[in-house]
C-alpha cells in the first residue's frame, strides 16, 4: 500500500526567508506525486505535479519540487517566501485501482506561516 | 474550481439523524471522489465513484453510503450521523484518465 510522511507539521518563517517542506512516500512501484495548497477556509488547489520525466517540477507561485526515487522524496521549496504562502500543504502520492484512473493518497499536511 | 458544487457549505445536525451531502459538476467527468478532512488526520477518502452507478470504497467508509444515478451528481449519505462524522468534507473530480484531482469548495459538518 502507497503512505505519505510530511515530516513536519508545522513550519514557521521570515517572509523572503527560503523554506521546504518535506515530504516522503512509501511504494513499490513507480508512483505519480502531488503537491496541494490550501489557503484557510477553501478547497485543496494542485500547486505542481510529478508524473514522469524532469525530475524538478516547477509549480503556481514559484514553488518547485525535486523527485528523489532513491530517497522516496519529493520535498516543495520556494527561494523567497511572502506573508500570502501562509497556507497548509499537503503531499499526495496516486495509486491505481479498477476503472482506470487514479485515487490519492495524502499527507498529513504541513502548515506554512510566514511571519513579517 | 472545475465547475464543482457542494452543498450545503455548513450543516449542523443532531446525533442519529440522517444526513446527505451533495456534489454537483458541470463538466461530466467520469470519476469522483469524497474525502474527509480532520486535524492531524489530512484527507482520507470515504468513497468514489468511476462511472454512474459505479462506486467504491475507500479507506473510511463505514458510516457511509453513497450514489450516483446521474453523472453529474456523487451524493454522500449518513445513514445515522454520530460524533466523530463531525468533520470537513471535500468532493473531488478527476479529469478523465489524468492524475489530477480537482477539489470543491467543502461542507462543514457539525454532529451535536
Known amino acids: 500500500a502507497q503512505s505519505v510522511t510530511q515530516l513536519d507539521s508545522q513550519v514557521p518563517v521570515f517572509e523572503e526567508a527560503p523554506v521546504e517542506l518535506r515530504c516522503n512516500y512509501s511504494s513499490s512501484v513507480s508512483v505519480y506525486l502531488f503537491w496541494y495548497v490550501q489557503y484557510p477556509n477553501q478547497g485543496l488547489q494542485l500547486l505542481l505535479k510529478?508524473?514522469?520525466?524532469?525530475?524538478l517540477v516547477k509549480g503556481i507561485n514559484g514553488f518547485e519540487a525535486e523527485f528523489n526515487k532513491s530517497q522516496t522524496s519529493f520535498h516543495l521549496r520556494k527561494p523567497s517566501v511572502h506573508i500570502s504562502d501562509t497556507a497548509e500543504y499537503f503531499c499526495a502520492v496516486s495509486t491505481s485501482f479498477r476503472g482506470g484512473s487514479e485515487k490519492l493518497v495524502f499527507g498529513k499536511g504541513t502548515k506554512l506561516t510566514v511571519n513579517p | 474550481d472545475a465547475g464543482i458544487t457542494q452543498s450545503p457549505r455548513h450543516k449542523v445536525t443532531e446525533t442519529g439523524t440522517p444526513v446527505t451531502l451533495r456534489c454537483h459538476q458541470t463538466?461530466?467527468?467520469?470519476?469522483m471522489y469524497w474525502y474527509r478532512q480532520d486535524p492531524g488526520h489530512g484527507l482520507r477518502l470515504i468513497h468514489y465513484s468511476y462511472g454512474v452507478k459505479d462506486t467504491d470504497k475507500g479507506e473510511v467508509s463505514d458510516g457511509y453510503s453513497v450514489s450516483r444515478s446521474k453523472t453529474e451528481d456523487f451524493l454522500l449519505t449518513l445513514e445515522s450521523a454520530t460524533s466523530s462524522q463531525t468533520s470537513v468534507y471535500f468532493c473531488?473530480?478527476?479529469?478523465?484518465?489524468?492524475?489530477?484531482?480537482?477539489f470543491g469548495a467543502g461542507t462543514r459538518l457539525s454532529v451535536l
Open positions: 463538466e461530466n467527468h467520469r470519476y
Open positions: 473531488a473530480i478527476s479529469v478523465d484518465r489524468s492524475d489530477i484531482q480537482y
Open positions: 510529478y508524473l514522469s520525466g524532469s525530475t
